[in-house]
């Protein structure tokens, strides 16, 4: 399985933007474009997209951008694959009218999605940045 663009997007954006929510700073798009060497349409459609799903607010004004509308570790990386890829949902009677080959095959195609989920529904915001301030700590070098 692989991320998304989108889903990578939005997640850089949404860490970007958890760092700045404890002093309330909004960002623009230009600047979480430029750190991440992101398009800006495409993280404009993907921010909106947060928007409308009430995970980010925007803010108008020359100090204006992007803010987190929920704190970083209230925003679940499921939460955010779910709005932005969207969620697969059986239809009722969808495997009624397989193979029982077709059907032991999608039944496990389920059950791998319901792990997937479940193992993205333990990580928030605030633990990528965590675990990013970790690397960040495990990287830096010290010259004498």
């Known amino acids: 399985m692989e ?13 970007e933007l958890a760092d700045c929510y404890s002093i309330e700073k909004s960002l623009k798009i230009s600047e979480i474009a430029a750190r991440h060497s992101l398009p800006e349409r495409y993280l404009e459609q993907i921010l909106s997209t947060l928007r409308r ?40 009677g969808e495997s009624a009218n397989l193979a029982p080959e077709k059907m032991v ?28 301030d970790t690397l960040r700590q495990e990287n830096t070098m010290y010259y004498i």
């Open 3 to 15: 991320l998304s663009s989108r889903v990578e997007y939005a997640l850089l954006a949404l860490i």
């Open 53 to 92: 799903e009430g995970i980010v607010k925007s803010v108008r004004g020359a100090k204006g951008g992007y803010i987190l509308v929920k704190e970083p570790r209230q925003i679940y990386v499921q939460e955010v694959i779910a709005v932005i890829d969207g969620e697969r949902k059986p239809t009722e």
């Open 105 to 132: 095959i999608n039944e496990i195609w389920l059950q791998a999605d319901e792990t997937i989920k479940a193992f993205f529904q333990q990580y928030t915001i605030q633990d990528l940045c965590q675990q990013r």
